[in-house]
């Protein structure tokens, strides 16, 4: 319902920085509760960090005091705030929209932490 487009995947190495963010189309942006979920391979769609639009933040306990997810509503953009990433972390990172239940879905950036 809502178009998600992330970018700033990639590589980087142990203890290193990314920055990711998720553009949305929609005009209402502010109406929708934003997220940011990971899917490492083999494994399930779990969630990072999600936002509402007066700030409330949840993390999960795997990235608590690493990650910052924000938002820009003029901007109709979050942001994921990845800081000493650890392999663990690898991933293909999705955008998240909540808006009356319904869940959007970007295509989601790949982060690949190796030495």
């Known amino acids: 319902q809502v178009q998600l487009v992330e970018s700033g995947g990639g590589l980087v190495q142990p203890g290193g920085s990314l920055r990711l963010s998720c553009a949305a189309s929609?005009?209402?942006?502010?109406?929708?509760?934003m997220g940011w979920y990971r899917q490492a391979p083999g494994k399930q769609r779990d969630l990072v960090a999600t936002?509402?639009?007066?700030?409330?933040?949840n993390y999960a306990d795997s990235v608590k005091g690493r990650f910052t997810i924000s938002r820009d509503n003029a901007k109709k953009t979050v942001y994921l705030q990845m800081n000493n990433l650890k392999p663990e972390d690898a991933a293909v990172y999705y955008c998240?929209?909540?808006?009356?239940?319904?869940?959007?879905w970007g295509e989601g950036t790949l982060v690949t932490v190796s030495s």
């Open positions: 998240n929209a909540v808006r009356g239940g319904v869940f959007s």
């Open positions: 936002i509402t639009n007066g700030g409330n933040t």
């Open positions: 929609t005009i209402f942006f502010s109406a929708y509760v």
